[in-house]
């Protein structure tokens, strides 16, 4: 068995980007993936900090950030890696052809699935809602069969955010689909990248097309990357915006091909479906993981352990009950303030962070597990992303921002 | 303001109440049922939904056992589409008292209740999830009952029969001249309007609210509300009821539903019936105890924790919780209180409730000069669905939902659901996956006298009610009811609101069990509707 330099354990946003930083420092790097983190969930948009502990909106992420509680991933990464990261990421993407516009003085204004609108900081050209801000009419187009996004509710919403002095109109694309079946952004994005697919999309919006109009769209523009929003805006001679989308996220999986095609090219090792199960252990360092399916497990020795396998949803960490917290492979130390009073807040949605959301590895500057004394556990084994403690970044809109800026400094370290 | 009279007025529109309202209905007497919420809303749909053996009872109340065996068969036989017509098991595990098997064998026997020992071997071998700590089992003819349906069904059948119902209609005041009961106050929950209702006879049926209505009369009834706090599983965990063979106590029932499991229940003496809250401590007893059955339970994902009060009945100077009678009473308040014209009736299970019925319109009717004889037992609740119609309406339904959406809909709404499907290929969409909810359903029940909001179309529909816990059709449900229904049902126009409430409302069943998968289930749902949709809006 051939040893890395690093092996990352993890497919999501975080370990992809912890294997391409890693690499970029000359290192020989492996990558153990199983699942797809949670592209496919999160549109693939990078929210740095959109919302503040009070539930206000954040107007300069940079400046924030550098507010944020000690408890914070951001406070230990620092507001230097995160500056580097975001320029590290946006040559990534824009080596590939796939540029994100933003930055981290000001927030990029999404239209969501549902009509609302939401801060993000590094964002896909095709998703610029500003555009929607100075425009005198909005489009919004519909696509007949297309399961939940629906047209009506988007435009009932984003007139309640942008105000009534806008003339909203609806149009609905008739796909032409002779299935049985619903349609997802997924189905409607491959149909849109046929050339018959897009001939007949166009056709059905270009009347409603024109200047001062925007036209708002789901998230079907192609699955490779922004060939088709680029072709459509020049064709239609307006903006086009697509809003964020219901599981499967179509720009999900864009962003996701475009970062395992930059991962080819650095020669970084993915070792497809291979779940990471335990680790092998000498003193304060780790020297192994064991990876694998169902039948054996595979030993993969390294200098350098990066953990980026998410959180509760992912199954980095795992709860089986109430208290007994763990991450789940090199059984790191927990942060979890598992009390009844606190643990989940009576309402859903409010304007508190919830308290078991914030569960996760406790670690230092160096992003490496400390136990309660502050002392290293595992001198080699760093963590990235949602199995950090001390952030809810379902509140905060923060998600992909602190695996960003986390996957830089632990693959830097 | 007189607006309204009926001959008898029931208060109370659970498993009680509507039974009362058939049974009074096929007597050709007439009555009209009043419900302060949507019908169904307390223990009658809150509860294990187990159909009793009596296998239960066979110990120490063998009155209860045999009731419950008798009453077993005939709900098989007139709920059908009600009822899941599984066997149950009791089993006994290691540390269990083995001297409680034989009187329970001789009380079964005693109670008309067959029973039948199987090997260890053929217990794992049917319900494989059984702990290896199995010590015995015995087969009994348990099953598993929809008590919101089956309550439903006792709505629409009396109906047929003239019988009369009106949610969302609160008592609030009795008003008795000359010593009897002359008419009663009501409140419109829905357009706030009072008004009164004029009746021969006041019938509180109000379950562990009955206490309250009593006082209305100033009469004293003492109900004793016991919470029982559930707990629903993301699977069948068995195939069959499995039953803890030992002295009736917390957390001893396991009952599969559908594609969930429910496992009950705690018995907690609470003052205010309407106090469905829940704890850990509750949970912890309930798993802890459920593990001694399933040894694996706490590694499956639990749906959502929820609670209901039972109405128990306390003669004066006993005590309640577990030991107080699941058997019921019937108060004449003539004979009781020297009140004229109201009857109460209290206790009891859900299981029973036709009987109870019976029994209880026995005392009532000869009071109106009715002699009729009880025919509840005699015909099904509803008519069954024709093949034929099921046949139509297999090519446009998912095929495993024709039987759902049958079931839910019934003889004469059914086809028209099929008709609107098959003229209006939109209406196909299937808004829930988990429940088999199509748009044209939805839409048919939005148009029902009873459906006032949104919620109740959901509760009607099951739309929503199914194992996703609402994360993949909170957003359908929200833009087709804001859509379709604008103006028309209660808490449309603002689907944000609308969606941020139903999904509070499971929210609420989530919160005591936020361990295990269900943290995972809840990362997801944060994920969708925090961050992808951001519902609580934007430039805050």
């Known amino acids: 068995m051939s040893k890395s330099d690093v092996v990352v354990i993890g497919n999501g946003f975080a370990g992809l980007m912890s294997a391409l930083v890693s690499a970029d420092q000359g290192k020989k790097v492996t990558l153990l993936s199983y699942g797809a983190g949670t592209f496919p969930l999160n549109s693939g948009v990078i929210d740095v900090l959109g919302y503040d502990d009070s539930g206000k909106a954040v107007a300069n992420p ?5 507010a944020v509680a000690d408890e914070h991933p951001y406070k230990k990464i620092g507001t230097q890696a995160l500056e580097e990261s975001v320029k590290f990421f946006q040559d990534v993407v824009a080596a590939e052809g796939f540029p994100y516009v933003g930055s981290l003085n000001e927030q990029q204004w999404l239209i969501t699935g549902v009509g609302t609108l939401k801060p993000s900081c590094l964002i896909p050209e095709s998703m610029q809602g500003s555009k929607c801000f100075e425009a005198s009419e909005i489009v919004l187009v519909g696509v007949k069969g297309l399961k939940d996004y629906y047209v009506d509710m988007v435009a009932e919403n984003l007139a309640k955010e942008l105000g009534n002095d806008k003339k909203y109109t609806v149009v609905t694309v008739d796909p032409h689909y002779k299935g049985a079946r619903d349609l997802t952004t997924k189905d409607v994005a491959s149909w849109m990248d046929t050339d018959a697919g897009y001939s007949d999309f166009v056709s059905q919006v270009k009347e409603s097309a024109g200047a001062g109009k925007v036209i708002v769209v789901p998230q079907i523009l192609g699955l490779k990357g922004n060939v088709v929003w680029k072709k459509i805006v020049a064709e239609l001679g307006c903006p086009v915006v ?13 962003l996701r091909d475009v970062l395992l095609s930059a991962l080819k090219k650095k020669g970084i090792t993915v070792i497809e479906n291979s779940k990471a199960e335990e680790a092998v252990i000498e003193g304060s360092k780790a020297v192994a993981v064991k990876a694998g399916g169902e039948v054996r497990l595979q030993t993969y020795n390294a200098d350098k352990f990066i953990v980026a396998t998410g959180g509760f949803y992912s199954g980095g960490i795992t709860m089986r009950d109430f208290g007994e917290a763990k991450e789940v492979i090199f059984g790191l130390p927990i942060e979890c303030d598992c009390v009844e009073e606190r643990w989940v807040n009576k309402q859903l949605f409010s304007d508190k962070k919830q308290t078991f959301a914030k569960t996760g590895v406790r670690v230092d500057a160096t992003l490496r597990g400390v136990n309660e004394s502050g002392n290293v556990v595992l001198q080699n084994v760093y963590v990235a992303g949602r199995n950090l403690s001390g952030y809810d970044f379902c509140f905060e809109h923060s998600g992909n921002g602190v695996a960003l800026a986390s996957a830089y400094k632990a693959a830097k370290a | 303001m007189v607006k309204d009279k009926a001959t008898v007025v029931v208060v109370g529109g659970g498993a009680t109440g509507v039974g009362i309202l058939r049974d009074l209905s096929m007597r050709g007497i007439d009555a009209l049922l009043i419900e302060k919420l949507d019908m169904v809303n307390g223990a009658s749909s809150r509860y294990h939904g187990l159909l009793h053996s009596g296998a239960r009872y066979a110990v120490r109340d063998q009155e209860a056992a045999k009731e419950c065996i008798e009453e077993n068969t005939i709900l098989r036989r007139i709920g059908k589409s009600c009822v899941e017509a599984i066997s149950g098991m009791f089993v006994q595990v290691e540390g269990d008292d083995p001297d409680f098997v034989d009187p329970w064998v001789k009380g079964c026997a005693e109670s008309g209740i067959k029973t039948r020992e199987m090997s ?4 794992l071998r049917l319900e494989p999830n ?3 700590k199995l ?9 598993a009952i929809d008590g919101f349906r089956m309550s439903w069904q006792n709505v629409l059948s009396a109906a047929r029969y003239g019988g009369r119902y009106k949610t969302y209609t609160e008592l609030i005041k009795i008003n008795v001249e000359g010593g009897a009961v002359k008419s009663i106050t009501v409140r419109d929950n829905v357009t706030k309007e009072e008004y009164d209702i004029e009746c021969e006879i006041l019938v509180n049926a109000a ?3 009955a206490g309250k209505v009593a006082q209305m009369a100033g009469l004293d009834c003492s109900v004793s509300p016991s919470k029982g706090t559930l707990i629903a599983f993301n699977q069948r965990i068995s195939n069959r009821v499995v039953n803890r063979l030992r002295k009736p106590s917390n957390g001893d029932i396991f009952v599969p539903h559908g594609s969930i499991t429910i496992l009950g229940t705690s ?8 106090d469905t809250s829940t704890s850990w401590d509750e949970v912890e007893e309930l798993m802890k105890t459920g593990e001694g059955v399933f040894e694996h339970l706490r590694d499956y994902r639990i749906l959502r924790v ?17 030991n107080a009678s699941r058997g019921f009473v019937t108060l004449d308040h003539e004979k009781e209180d020297g009140l004229k014209g109201m009857m109460t009736i209290c206790g009891g299970k859900f299981t029973t409730y036709r009987l109870m019925a019976e029994k209880f319109c026995d005392v009532l009717a000869p009071k109106l000069g009715n002699t009729a004889k009880c025919r509840t037992a005699e015909e099904d609740l509803v008519p069954a669905v024709s093949e034929a119609d099921k046949k139509a309406a297999r090519q446009y339904f998912p095929s495993y939902g024709v039987n759902l959406a049958a079931t839910r809909l019934g003889t004469d709404k059914f086809p028209e659901v099929v008709k609107t499907l098959k003229e209006n290929p939109e209406t196909r969409e299937v808004l829930c996956e988990c429940e088999n909810v199509t748009m044209a359903e939805v839409m048919r029940i939005a148009q029902e006298p009873t459906s006032h909001s949104v919620a109740d179309v959901r509760r009607r529909t099951r739309l929503g009610m199914g194992t996703c816990q609402g994360n993949y059709c909170a957003i359908r449900s929200a833009a087709i009811a804001n859509k379709l229904f604008k103006d028309k049902l209660e808490g449309c126009g603002d689907s944000l609101s609308d969606m941020k409430n139903f999904l509070q409302a499971r929210w609420k069943g989530i919160t005591p069990v936020m361990a295990g998968k269900t943290l995972r289930e809840a990362e997801m749902t944060r994920g969708m509707y925090e961050v992808l949709f951001n519902v609580n809006g934007g430039r805050r």
Request: hydrophobic share 35%.
């Open chain 1, 242 to 254: 697509e809003t964020t989308a219901m599981p499967p996220s179509v720009n999900g999986l864009r």
């Open chain 2, 130 to 132: 059984l702990s290896r």
């Open chain 2, 207 to 209: 379950g562990p609210w």
């Open chain 2, 135 to 143: 010590v015995r089992a015995f087969e009994v003819p348990d099953g």
């Open chain 1, 62 to 66: 940079a400046q924030a950030v550098g």
């Open chain 2, 306 to 322: 929820f609670a209901g009060s039972r109405p128990l009945y306390v003669p004066k100077g006993a005590d309640g919780g577990r």
């Open chain 2, 120 to 123: 260890k071997e053929e217990a």
């Open chain 2, 267 to 274: 018995s907690i003496t609470i003052p205010d019936p309407e």
